[in-house]
């Protein structure tokens, strides 16, 4: 039997908390192991309870969501984080990358879309909805000089790259093209290694700033 992804959920009013848990325990792969208040109290939880996915708000009382969401990565480098915030991507979202979150959720398409979210998340896929690839490109300066253009890669690295960077999973990308998820991370980690890039946003902003996207 498959274990179900266990969730941590991290927001100071009671009543999102209790709606989220109510949409995500209707799911039977998903379970919330446990709730807190305020980033601290979360932050323990995280650090206690290793959950598949933490689900963090933005704005908590003690601390933001994005001090929080680094203090996790620093302790556990491989935690897997999901803002679901009231704010859009304008501000937060690169910021939030930047700390090492890999998902970003806005609470008026959490009943649409939380759930596949926390599936892609909880697979160390990156999460974002369509216009936080323009909200990267917008916060980002122009082509870098860096010595590491996309002829390093084989095509292939570039065709995963790209698909990572519109926001394919390694599924989704492994079916167009004819290859498993498994070998799409491979290829993955290649492509990282070989650019110098540590987070996935720097996938998306490199695909930019190389005119990759079309």
Known sequence: MIEPVRILLIDDHAIVRSGIRLLIEQEPDLIVVGEAQNAEIGIRMALDLHPDVTVIDITLPDLDGISATRRILDEWPSARVLALTMHDESGFLVPFLEAGGIGYLQKSAADRQLVQAIRRVSDGEFSIQSTGVSTI?????????????????????????????????????????????????????????????????????????????G
């Open 137 to 213: 490109a917008a916060s980002h300066s122009p082509a870098r000089d860096s010595g590491h253009g996309p002829e390093v890669l084989s095509q292939r690295e570039q065709e995963v790259l790209v698909l990572t960077a519109r926001g394919f999973t390694s599924r989704e990308t492994g079916e167009r093209l004819f290859i498993s998820a498994r070998t799409v991370e491979t290829y993955r980690g290649r492509i990282m290694d070989k650019l110098g890039l540590h987070h996935r946003s720097e996938l998306v902003e490199y695909a930019l700033d190389y005119r990759l996207l």
